[in-house]
């Protein structure tokens, strides 16, 4: 077997023999491209691993559900867009314009709508968002300040659909509601976990917000109580334009 062996090298160098040492180099750089290509996607799925962790990452962060918005930012948001806005109930419209904002509590009668700001003194009226109590759905029986003063300066969320309303963007269907607390809305204040003693401050600032409504209507001359003369002598006819406004 030794001397076949030799005696095979020992032949002469042909055509055959080239073609046989040429397979044999072709053979070996395919293997060698193979295992680059093995390496290439190795790489390739470690990049893509990293790209889903970065997913998940971003999946994590975002919001679920309607966005939440400040009275200030539903003012600015767009027509059509389904929210909810939290905001301190710092009064109503009494009227037909936002202009009309009375900050304070209504003496003859249920309001019509109330006005959400950002904060619980804030008496600026470009800065309130106006949210419609339909009377058929039962809302204005449920949160009119006529009848439950203690919700004046009191923390809420209302859901529903931003829409024009007294010519700003406004709420004029809710969907729902929640009271909060003032640690909710930003504030620490510890005292108020529980919603009877919310509602007993809401008391305390409501019997404050009358005193300074009745000082508002003495500087800022008479649309305040000129207002509470219009309801004493039929203002129905006012809300009345709210409500077919609406």
């Known amino acids: 077997m030794k001397n076949e062996f030799f005696r095979i090298f020992a032949m002469p160098f042909s055509l055959k023999h080239l073609a046989l ?18 390496d290439e996607d190795d790489s390739t799925e470690q990049t893509d691993t990293g790209g889903s962790s970065s997913d998940t990452g971003g999946s994590s962060s975002s919001d679920d559900g309607e966005a939440i918005f400040t009275p200030t930012e539903a003012l600015q948001a767009a027509e059509g867009t389904e929210a909810e806005v939290r905001g301190y109930i710092v009064g109503y ?28 003194t804030e008496t600026d009226y470009k800065k309130v968002f106006p949210v419609a109590l339909s009377k058929s759905d039962g809302w204005r029986e449920e949160l009119n ?7 004046y300066l009191r923390p809420i969320q209302v859901s529903g659909l931003l ?31 529980e919603k009877g003693s919310s509602g007993g401050t809401g008391d305390d600032k409501g019997g404050s917000s009358g005193d300074s409504g009745g000082t508002g209507s003495d500087s800022g001359g008479t649309q305040t109580g000129g207002d509470t003369d219009n309801q004493s002598l039929g203002l129905s006819n006012d809300e009345k334009t709210v409500d077919e406004g609406r």
């Open 163 to 193: 829409e024009p309303y007294f010519k700003v963007m406004g709420i004029r269907e809710i969907y729902d509601y929640k009271w909060l607390s003032d640690e909710d809305m930003g504030s620490g204040d510890d005292d108020d976990d």
């Open 21 to 38: 040492l040429l397979a044999l180099l072709m053979l070996g750089a395919c293997s060698k491209i193979s295992l680059d290509d093995e």
């Open 93 to 120: 419209v009494n009227g037909t314009a936002i202009s009309r904002a009375v900050f304070g509590v209504p003496k003859a009668e249920a309001n019509t709508n109330m006005l959400l700001a950002d904060s619980p």
């Open 145 to 151: 300040l006529y009848d439950f003063p203690e919700y």
